[in-house]
């Protein structure tokens, strides 16, 4: 219980324009009104009104109101409670407790705020101690007073140290099992992250609620997020946006990068719109915030861009590594580009670079320069999907014409969508008239069919030998990692799998690792004494590869990871798990070879890429021999 005058104090010194200003773009909106998008529901047009003068709140759209604490309860999802004490600590106001100690208090969302913040304050001083942390990050150009500012630390390579530094603190063995800072095994808590370079994630009101951390040196997996808390879930949190909201909202621009050094590279470089996502994909909830920030209305000036090059309705402008899993990352952001009424756009260093990278090489400058050379998302995404035709054929220009019309028939604007069919045409070198027919026949909204987890049928049924054969792989990787490590199954390049939704698995257990780090799981726990430690690292990394999958994916995964399996032997399986991985290598490389063929009825012998090709091909074809005899 907390005093009424305590809570009429914080009510007293809260400005509740200044609190929804953390989440929501307000404009004016006439005499003592502010308006802007709505939080809670999505809308284009703004119809959530603020009138600070009377502290309350209100939605035209959806029909939620209230005050300042019926806000952060409900933007929060927190008790009246917890809305009082969050509300009490962003304003100074000491609160008083007439209900008792804290042993007779559940876990609140204050106290695991309170654990995250010792947290930091431990990992800091571990990092002024650690010589090889602190040279790690000044060898990527960051000085004591940049790491000082971003708060990274480091957690030290023990099983408990922070574990006994919180208990010091006073913290109860519930409050500490609810941040997620900690792990459990049949001997109780352990330090999650140990040997690791630590970041601090905050929520956009500048509260920690999470960490990021990167190994330093060898081991998997290299990096390692905050599981899912009661403060922290990834799909609705942007690292550095705590600090970039306010350059967001007057800028009308975020800048999207893809890791923690990235976004402390570009504010150095006065890119200061710059976050990063937490170990997933850019997503809707993402987008929600964005629009929110940045005032991203429908409004039929938005997306108009002036002679600054700046747009009336604002800029989302992407950064991936140019390396193929950059791209297939902003492709995957193409899909919600029609979110946004803003004009969204795509930087790629040509040096395949990231923004720290370019940093260290190029300096500033070149961090600068990296955004402004940013072209049109459609754009890219269309060339993109053209790279995998051969343009220099009839065949692989209406290959090409098959695989962007549908993309380009799902633009929404109209007018931007005769643009780019224009565009199309001149690209494929063919004629205007036709490409306009074939965007026109291919319709449907957003583009390219996708095959989507709810289409998935079951193995014995699939009558494409391409897509049983990947199909049979995922099966071994997620259900047999043990028997898939022994195969090589890490060692597939990404392009082996050629079904979209099969394509997105493997890129997403690339990204939890590769079987690697269940290798490694099972090492640590069988070193724990654990019983079953196989068992449970398989689970574990069904769960890794889960949380790093696109949330439509993730009922694919389950679905693969539970399918039954031909054999029940352990030779059995293992024959059966190595020849699986065979077969995937042999179509890989026949799939390789037809490819070289066709270019060398294009080439001629007398240029010198006609040697090159030739020789790759004597390659693969050997290659090939050895797969069939193995």
Known sequence: MIPREDIDKVRERVRIEEVVSDYVSLRNAGTGSMKGLCPFHDEKSPSFHVRPHVGRWHCFGCGEGGDVFSFIEKIEHIPFIEAVQFLARKVGVELRDEKGPRENRGVTRARLVDAHTAAVEFYRDQLSRNSVAIEFLTN?????????????????????????????????????????????????????????????????TGETIGFGARIIGE????????????????????????????????????????????????????????????????????TKIVRRLIGDSASPSAGVQLSSGRSVGGEII????????????????????????????????????????????????????LIETREPL?????????????????????????????????IRDQVLRGEYTRQLAGWLGMDEDTV??????????????RQT???????????????????????????????????GVDDLPAETFVVPVHRSIHDAIRAAGGVASYAAKEEELVSRGV??????????????????????????????????????????????????????LRLGVTRQIGEIRGRLQRTNPEDSEYEALFARLMQLEQQKRAYEES
Not at 336 to 355: H, L, W
């Open 318 to 369: 992407f950064t991936f590594d140019g390396d193929e899993a950059g791209q297939k990352a902003a492709l995957r952001a193409y899909e919600e580009d029609q979110s946004f009424a803003a004009q969204t756009f795509i930087a790629v260093d040509k040096a395949g670079r990231d923004p720290a990278d370019v940093r260290q090489e190029d300096g500033d400058e070149g961090v600068r320069q």
């Open 140 to 204: 990527r150009g960051f000085d004591s007073g940049v790491i000082d500012s971003f708060e990274v630390g480091y957690s030290p390579d023990s099983w408990d140290e922070l574990l006994r530094h919180l208990r010091g603190k006073g913290f109860t063995e519930q409050e500490l099992a609810a941040t997620g800072l900690f792990s459990t095994g049949n001997r109780g808590m352990y330090d999650r992250f140990r040997g690791r370079i630590m970041w601090p994630i905050h929520s956009i």
């Open 436 to 449: 306009r027919s074939y965007v026109r026949n291919a319709g449907g909204p957003r583009g390219q069919a």
């Open 453 to 487: 987890p709810a289409q998935l049928a079951p193995r014995n049924q699939l009558r494409d030998p391409i897509e049983r054969i990947e199909r049979e792989a995922l099966e071994v990787i997620l259900q047999m990692p043990n028997y898939a490590r022994a195969a």
């Open 378 to 410: 459609f754009a890219f995404a269309i060339r993109s999907v053209l790279k995998g035709a051969r343009l220099d054929t009839a065949e692989g220009r209406v290959a090409g014409l098959r695989a962007a019309a549908p993309m380009v028939a799902g």
């Open 219 to 286: 081991g998997q997996p290299k990096y390692l997020n905050t599981p899912e808390t009661q403060l922290y879930q990834k799909s609705k949190v942007l690292y550095g946006l705590d600090r970039a909201k306010k350059a967001i909202s007057s800028g009308r621009q975020v800048v999207i990068v893809e890791g923690y050094t990235d976004v402390m590279a570009a504010h150095l470089a006065g890119i200061t719109t710059a976050v990063a996502t937490c170990g997933t994909a850019f997503g809707t909830e993402h």
């Open 531 to 584: 019983p079953d430690a196989a068992a449970k690292a398989s689970n574990w990394f069904v769960d890794s590869v889960s949380e790093q999958a696109e949330p439509e994916v993730v009922a694919a995964i389950s679905q693969i990871s539970v399918a039954p399996l031909p054999q029940k032997d352990p030779e059995g399986l293992w024959t059966y798990a190595r020849g699986i991985i065979l077969s995937l």
